[in-house]
């Protein structure tokens, strides 16, 4: 069976850095884009980026750019997502994505949900 | 970047009837276009690929069809379950953009 199991729930303080990640089984990491998507706490959900595991092509949303790094360990099938300054704007829930290029999403992650407070 | 825009926003409907609901891209995308169903505190579902084609063992009450611009999703005789937030995504181009969503209701 495919799966995405992610990392669990965070509580972190502003200004900290984190890596979440996205541990992939039952299919060959190296052959699907992998990317991360935002719900923000009653709000819609919001494309962040994706990463080619094979070689590690990464293409970011111009509105997370810079913001956070992906990036993909192909030795263990994991993807992860990385802050190195956290705000509180950051809390949400984030969701790892299997991404075929054009035809969307096929497969979720379970969600890990960040909350940053002071 | 991709526009999408979903209508309605909300809606409620009863077991057993039949909703659309509609997306609208701001630029012409084909059918690079999938939807997906998400209810609170689950991961979202993949629903529809390339506008109109259906993920592995989803219903056949759910259809999706549209190119260009517009684009739909149908539901037929809705079941307790399908009720949830309906999401569009353009697929055409990066970065791939979500619509805000549709709550679909209980009635």
């Known amino acids: 069976e495919e799966e995405l199991v992610q990392s669990g729930a965070e509580v972190k303080k502003p200004g900290e850095s984190l890596r979440i990640s996205c541990k992939t089984s039952?299919?060959?990491?190296?052959?699907?884009?992998i990317g991360w998507v935002r719900q923000r706490p009653g709000k819609g959900l919001e494309w962040m980026g994706i990463i080619y595991p094979a070689d590690s092509e990464t293409k970011y949303s111009p509105s997370f750019e810079g913001q956070i790094t992906i990036s993909a360990d192909k030795s263990t099938a994991t993807a992860f997502l990385e802050w190195s300054s956290l705000k509180a704007s950051d809390t949400a829930t984030y969701y790892c994505a299997r991404h075929r290029l054009g035809l969307g999403i096929d497969n979720w992650g379970q969600g890990t949900l960040l909350t940053v407070s002071s | 970047d991709i526009q999408m825009t979903q209508s309605p926003s909300s809606m409620s409907a009863s077991v057993g009837d039949t909703v659309t609901i509609s997306c609208r891209a701001s630029?012409?995308?084909?059918?690079?276009l999938a939807w997906y169903q998400k209810k609170p505190g689950k991961a979202p579902k993949a629903l529809i690929f390339a506008a109109s084609n259906l993920q592995s063992g989803v219903p056949s009450r759910f259809s999706g069809s549209g190119s260009g611009t517009d684009f739909t999703l149908t539901i037929r005789s809705l079941q307790p379950d399908d009720f949830a937030t309906y999401y569009c995504q353009q697929t055409d181009s990066l970065p791939y953009t979500f619509g805000q969503g549709t709550k679909l209701e209980i009635k």
């Open positions: 630029q012409a995308i084909s059918s690079w």
């Open positions: 039952g299919y060959m990491f190296i052959d699907y884009w």
